[in-house]
């Protein structure tokens, strides 16, 4: 017998910032994600190869072997994206208490991945969005993006896709994007207030259905997955913004 999964709420991409404004967070669909990102679905679909070569996380303080992951940074200024150089991924104990408090060094995204026509323009999309919510859009300040290319896997049986439980992430926004899941069951996505007793949960199926999140007002999770055929995955596509600067020790 299956369980019927509940899907998110869609959005168009013409409304995300009104909907953001009133409830923090918006759920876009695949064909919205290209729209918002002025390209195809195609487009994103080139990226999707990069992420069957993600190194294992070797930073898991649960002892699983059940993620791998990429990580990169950029600043954005209006429509313009500039890689800066590798550097290591840092939260504080406050928001990750799992991880937090160490410098995580990650294998860099892949160039041939950055150097799809398909990221600048989805990250960009983005920004845009961003600067209208925080900010003068017409005169945008730069934006501090975090990229992290997750696969959570079930080698170990079970997979967490966050392991640090319901978060949230230091920055302003963030932006979770399926870019697919094979032979599993779970992976149920959780939103809820951060201050109140609201929530909502949905499980996103289809590659490029992308959640966004203003980080101040609400918390996220995951779900842990687990195979329904040999090899089960999901991947993601994490990034988050943040004025002023990164996040640093």
Request: some cysteine.
């Amino acid at each position: 017998m299956s369980t019927r999964l509940l899907s998110p709420t869609i959005t168009a991409p013409t409304q995300a910032v009104e909907v953001l404004r009133q409830q923090a967070y918006a759920a876009l669909s695949p064909a919205g994600v290209a729209q918002l990102a002025g390209c195809s679905l195609a487009d994103l679909d080139a990226l999707q190869p990069s992420w069957a070569d993600l190194p294992p996380d070797e930073y898991l303080k649960d002892g699983g072997r059940y993620r791998r992951r990429r990580h990169s940074c950029f600043v954005l200024q209006g429509d313009s994206l500039t890689q800066v150089p590798h550097r290591p991924h840092w939260q504080p104990v406050e928001y990750n208490a799992l991880h937090g408090g160490m410098e995580r060094w990650f294998a860099p995204m892949l160039d041939e991945t950055v150097a799809q026509p398909a990221w600048s323009r989805l990250l960009l999309g983005l920004g845009h969005i961003c600067s209208a919510l925080k900010g003068d859009a017409a005169e945008p300040a730069p934006w501090y993006v975090e990229a992290h290319q997750f696969r959570i896997d079930t080698t170990d049986g079970i997979g967490r896709p966050t392991p640090e439980g319901a978060h949230r992430d230091g920055v302003d926004f963030v932006a979770v994007l399926l870019v697919g899941r094979e032979g599993i069951k779970g992976g149920e996505t959780r939103v809820f207030e951060a201050d109140g007793p609201h929530g909502q949960r949905f499980t996103m199926t289809e590659p490029w259905t992308m959640l966004l999140l203003d980080d101040a007002r609400v918390v996220h999770e995951s779900t842990p997955i687990q195979p329904v055929a040999p090899g089960g995955y999901r991947d993601t596509l994490v990034l988050t913004f943040r004025s002023s600067q990164f996040q640093s020790s």
